[in-house]
């Protein structure tokens, strides 16, 4: 078990290694043209300029606002909404068939309309990112809901506990798991629309505005290159605290 | 104090389960429903808990028409594994359905612990149940319905999924349980022949599809009743061939 | 087992009984009408309300339709009714879009076989996939932008990236979870390495793979958007930048129906397909 997650670490970052090798050779050598594709290490310092330059931080503070607000916004919106449309069976089917249809409208589609309606970039941004996040969490609950045993429903009935209760002590908990998942999906569509967002609608601050400033200001392509890599390493971050959090709280599930 | 009269239940897809069911079961029995797969016996007992409505007849309990889960009532299901929730610990689910018993946190997880060791599961009460063997997770559910004291207990073939050994242990925690005081009423059901004559005060043996009650027979062995000389009791082995007789040529 | 007259056995009888003469038929008809009421009932609130408001941002969607039909659906019979704007917008956004898709199935799938043969190269490659994954594909844009300029390079390029990700990694996994046994026997059959990878860890990761093929369409159709939206000569995107730029509110909303539009019949298409090509495999993947 320790020597072999030992194992993985040390590939991992043997590989991490290799790949910057292969970016820096291909820059230094002429094999992509170093103006556009920097050399890693140049990639590198920019990351480490930037985290310590205090306009990329605020930039990237008011992307993650945007983001987790609207995230957050989108699940007190929806887990109550999946957990009334799902509990009721007349409505639980009709409900699935309303969000498969609107789900495959590219929620980046909606920037132009939005713009138009809201003008303000900071409410365009947050938003889209509700209504994106909106319809993994919905479907996730309505599914998590679905799956619910019904014997174990039926035990907590016979001991008198009532619908209410049935729903909170039972159908939550055990849609719980799946409802997360959908949070996880939430997380990362969401950070992709509040880019979009930025990018098309503009605005004061956000990541998605330093790296178009940065593109029109003669281009550093390392710094861009420097930025979509925090946006990353942002998005895995909040995917890992999500995944600890889900090993934390559903430990009940390690086995099944 | 149970009275089931012309009960019938046919499901929505056209299916008939029971028909014309007449039951009565004075409080503080026993009474065990024997019959072959298909009979209905989960069916009836869905009804009596009120988790079923009836097409046909009626169930009242101590006068009133059951039709919705009536107070002070307990039901092991058969499907043990689905009927424990996954998310608590094993105490903390027999705790959960004292909450409906008006006890504070501390007495409800007290309480849980003590029926948890009445069942021997003194060492589980914080492991989640699928940490334990199918036969343990079995006790817990009964220990669950039995640490909420209900005056009416239903059973569906809750000795089903456990050893030789504990299943006769188990057999006699019931026959203590209902001996104390309060005076439970217990309506179990089983397709174990010797258990239902062991167990019971009543056999009502369930036939056909749609279920009907084939024959009632009353079960007068002398108490206490014993593992071994309960068994070896002649009237025991007339009873149990009887039964026998019944459930296998309807 | 006794007493399984339980939900299971009630749902066995139905489906039984589901498939048989006009009962069965009837069934369905309820059944269809049990799921679509709340669409209908929405769209006629919507429409209702939006007449009755008379808001020139929220069109009601007989307006919505027409204006669409009008737009796109106008033209002549022998080109399927497709007007001259349809044309214009339809086919550098869907050329962009499935030559985006195609090229990032082919790199996924081929990277994805590679690395998931190799548990070396699968453990030294797998943070840095990792973290490729979670790098936001809109990020890249105003990089791909200094590269390639505005066009199609620029949009092809964003695409490729944000869709290679979910058929490299579900293809990686599903390689990893071949039956050993499998590979075994084709081996002592004298299979070649590339017969056994061709006829044995292909189709065995194929379920996996579509899996991965059918997320990276729905990211490539979001991609395509967002690239047209930076700035295009032509396509879907564009009619958006035009729309709002010129104050159109309908047409806004047209296009907007007319990508989810895309995106259902894109997922529809992909799932028949699939069905079809790799209809053997039983077993339900996520």
Known sequence: MVADRARRVLLGGAGVLLVLGVMEAASRTGVVDAASVPPATEILSGAVEMAADGEFGGHLGATVAAWLSGVLLAVVLAVPAGLLLGSVPVLDRAALIVVELLRPIPSVALIPLAILVFVEPGRVERSLVCYACLWPILLNTLYGLREVEPVAKETLRSFGFGPLGVLLRVSLPSAAPLVLTGVRIALAVGLVVAVSAELRAGGESGLGIYLLATQSGGGRPDLMLAGALWAGVLGLLANGLLVAAERRIFRWRAVR | ?250 | MTGKEGVAGKEGVASEAGKVGLAGRARAVRGFVGRIWLAVLLLALWEAAARAAGDLYFPPPTEIASTARELWWSGPASRLFLSDKALDDFGPSLTHLLAGWAIAAAVGIAAGVAIGLSRVLFELLDPVLQLGRAIPPPTLIPFFLVVFGLGTEMQVATIVFGAVWPVLLNTVEGVRGVEPLYLDTARAFGFGRATRILRVVLPAAAPRTAAGLRVALGFALILMVIAELMGAGGGIGAHLNDAERGFLPTELWAGIALLGLIGYLLNGVFLLVERRLIGHHRERQD
Not at chain 2, 152 to 171: H, I, K, N, W
Request: contains cysteine; charged residues 25%.
């Open chain 2, 1 to 250: 104090m149970l009275e089931i009269k012309g009960l019938g239940h046919r499901y929505a897809d056209g299916h008939r389960a029971l028909t014309g069911i007449d039951l009565g079961v004075e409080r503080g029995e026993l009474v065990c429903l024997v019959g072959p797969s298909g009979c209905g016996k989960s069916t009836l007992l869905r009804c009596v808990a009120g988790l079923l409505r009836p097409t046909e007849g009626t169930v009242t309990l101590d006068g009133n028409t059951v039709d919705r889960v009536p107070d002070g009532l307990a039901v092991v299901f058969q499907d043990y594994t689905r009927s424990l929730f996954p998310w608590l610990t094993v105490r903390d689910n027999v705790a959960l359905v004292l909450r409906r018993r008006g006890l504070g946190r501390r007495e409800r997880r007290a309480a849980a612990e003590e029926a948890l060791a009445a069942v021997g599961l003194a060492d589980a009460v914080r492991k989640y149940p699928w940490q334990l063997s199918g036969g343990m997770q079995q006790r817990a559910a009964i220990a669950r319905a039995l640490a909420y004291r209900p005056s009416l207990l239903l059973m569906d073939e809750p000795f089903g999924s456990v050893d030789a050994q504990t299943r006769e242990d188990l057999e006699d925690l019931l026959l203590t349980v209902r001996g104390g005081e309060g005076g439970m009423t217990i309506l179990l059901v089983t397709h174990d022949i010797d258990e239902s004559v062991y167990v019971g005060d009543r056999v009502v043996v369930l036939t056909g599809a749609p279920g009907t009650v084939h024959t009632e027979l009353r079960v007068d062995l002398p108490a206490p009743r014993d593992q071994i000389a309960t068994r070896e009791h002649p009237a025991f082995v007339a009873l149990r061939a009887e039964v026998g007789r019944a459930v296998r040529r309807p």
